[in-house]
């Protein structure tokens, strides 16, 4: 029998699997393969988030830890694309600036800037930039899949039907035994077991070239990628439900505009698109069905998903 048995293998899933094999457990993820948002192109490590400045607790420790991370699997020999690069946070007026800097921790690295003095050209109309030195940008699939693979553990393809505090039915009725279970479902998953939740759809817009060497974040994000750029956000109102129709044109129209308002995509062709669902609202902990979760990271998954999961990790172990 499997020591601790996670449902859902995205970055959650991914980062607690990988935290329990290094304390000793013998781990087993079930991956249902669908609509994982984990899988986005280029996942912003920016602690300062949204249009507010907001800087949550446990962000430049969370950024610190993903960046060590993706360290120690580059060189175990994991092809994880990312750039530790810095990022840049162009502020529209003086307020807004204010508003951010009643919320930076002294603890985070920041530099104000000119819009004249910013590193790469930005559209007209910023009032000044935050230049984060300590962001960047990572591949959300190869991250996550690294981490997956580092931990050693059995992966299960297929759904969970009913869990419990040591076991999981799937939909073909395979019962698989387990010493825990840890479930961390994302968006799809919630509705599937039939949570009550906050979904949030967002789209990613697939760019022939970076915009920018740097990620450029203020409502919307430019990013380079792996291969090429990206443009995206997480901008259409909040559902009860998931969630996985197409893009409205609307929605197409003003992400474009978005990304016009930061830096000139004058040349740049749009090659694709990616789409997902985000769960908002962070439960972490023991159930008192005696299951444990960590779940609701919404966009914040790779700032703080491996550090919710390590000390998830430990108190499962434990």
């Not at 962000?59 to 990022?87: C, F, I, S």
């Not at 529209?92 to 508003?99: F, I, L, M, Q, S």
């Not at 990572?138 to 899949?145: C, E, P």
Request: glycine share 14%; with cysteine; aromatic share 6%.
């Amino acid at each position: 029998m499997t020591d601790v048995l996670v449902i859902g293998a995205g970055i959650a899933g991914a980062s607690v699997a990988y935290f329990l094999a290094l304390a000793g457990a013998t781990v087993t993820v079930l991956d249902a393969g669908l609509h994982a948002a984990s899988t986005v192109s280029a996942a912003l490590l920016n602690p300062v988030r949204g249009q507010s400045g907001a800087v949550d607790a446990g962000a430049v420790e969370g950024m610190t830890l993903t960046w060590e991370l993706v360290q120690a699997l580059t060189d175990a020999g994991y092809a994880v694309p990312h750039g530790k690069t810095g990022v840049l946070r162009p502020v529209p007026d003086a307020r807004t600036r204010a508003r951010f800097e009643k919320r930076l921790p002294a603890e985070l690295a920041h530099t104000w800037l000119t819009p004249s003095e910013s590193p790469v050209p930005l559209s007209s109309g910023w009032d000044a930039v935050l230049h984060l030195p300590e962001g960047g940008w990572v591949d959300g699939a190869a991250f996550t899949q690294a981490l997956l693979a580092a931990s050693g553990a059995w992966v299960v393809h297929g759904r969970a039907r009913s869990w419990d505090a040591t076991s999981v039915e799937l939909e073909d009725s395979t019962r698989l035994e387990a010493g825990a279970v840890v479930w961390c479902g994302g968006s799809v998953g919630a509705s599937w077991a039939g949570h009550p939740a906050t979904h949030r759809a967002g789209t990613m817009l697939l760019l022939s070239r970076p915009v920018s060497p740097l990620p450029i974040s203020f409502g919307a994000y430019l990013s380079p990628a792996a291969s090429g750029g990206v443009l995206g956000a997480t901008f259409e109102q909040p559902s009860p439900i998931w969630n996985a129709g197409p893009l409205p044109l609307g929605s197409l129209d003003w992400l474009l505009k978005k990304g016009e308002a930061l830096a000139d995509m004058s040349g740049v062709q749009v090659t694709g698109r990616w789409s997902g669902s985000r769960l908002s609202g962070l439960r972490v902990g023991q159930t008192p069905q005696g299951w444990w979760q960590l779940t609701g990271l919404g966009s914040k998954g790779f700032l703080l998903g491996p550090l919710r999961a390590r000390e998830l990790a430990g108190q499962v172990a434990g």
